[in-house]
T-cell receptor, first 115, second 112 residues
Framework: GDSVTQMEGPVTLSEEAFLTINCTYTATGYPSLFWYVQYPGEGLQLLLKATKADDKGSNKGFEATYRKETTSFHLEKGSVQVSDSAVYFC??????????????FGQGTILTVHP | NAGVTQTPKFQVLKTGQSMTLQCAQDMNHEYMSWYRQDPGMGLRLIHYSVGAGITDQGEVPNGYNVSRSTTEDFPLRLLSAAPSQTSVYFCATARQENTEAFFGQGTRLTVV
């Protein structure tokens, strides 16, 4: 079945540092890829998405590129802020068979940004 | 516009008790689903529904029942709670099965 693997956390950075959170996936066909963010005490919010190979999703300074050849969707931000402290989830939506339409999530990465 | 509303936000149960987690949406979305979130495991799909009157099992359905009598509501029932069901539960909706998902704020359940 489909699976998503995220880099182990937690990640601790200083404000204005560069952020990368790695995400790789296994799936049949061409799934859609997502990054969700969860702030303390809240539900998940969609951060960005990409629906086909080489698409780049971007939002709030975060970017991720759908790399079919490496089955990856790494999240990056050039300069993090304290307000970016949250849990980040990589996810895919299945494209075929019994996985069609279903979201599969990675383990989540806790990001803490210090002033 | 409330979006996706989950109640209660917190609940403590004793082993063997039953309860229902409520999920209501006002976005007229056809697709609704329940996930549980456990440390180091991300979110796992429990049950889902593609429309009123239709439900199906996800990855971890054992110990949970659902029904979908209306478009707006998708309750999750625990018939006999077990400590292994201690988790944070999220309801999510989408316009259709393959479109963006919107999440509720979660219910933190502890079974002692």
């Amino acid at each position: 079945g489909d699976s998503v693997t995220q880099m182990e956390g937690p990640v601790t950075l200083s404000e204005e540092a560069f952020l990368t959170i790695n995400c790789t996936y296994t799936a049949t066909g061409y799934p859609s890829l997502f990054w969700y963010v969860q702030y303390p005490g809240e539900g998940l919010q969609l951060l960005l998405k990409a629906t086909k190979a080489d698409d780049k999703g971007s939002n709030k300074g975060f970017e991720a590129t759908y790399r079919k050849e490496t089955t990856s969707f790494h999240l990056e931000k050039g300069s993090v802020q304290v307000s970016d402290s949250a849990v980040y989830f990589c996810a895919l939506r299945g494209a075929g068979g019994t996985s069609y339409g279903k979201l599969t999530f990675g383990q989540g990465t806790i990001l803490t940004v210090h002033p | 516009n409330a979006g996706v509303t989950q109640t209660p936000k917190f609940q403590v149960l004793k082993t063997g008790q039953s309860m229902t987690l409520q999920c209501a949406q006002d976005m007229n979305h056809e697709y609704m689903s329940w996930y549980r979130q456990d440390p180091g495991m991300g979110l796992r799909l429990i049950h889902y529904s593609v429309g009123a009157g239709i439900t199906d099992q996800g990855e971890v359905p054992n110990g949970y029942n659902v029904s979908r009598s209306t478009t707006e509501d998708f309750p999750l029932r625990l018939l006999s709670a077990a400590p292994s069901q201690t988790s944070v539960y999220f309801c999510a909706t989408a316009r259709q099965e393959n479109t963006e998902a919107f999440f509720g704020q979660g219910t933190r359940l502890t079974v002692v």
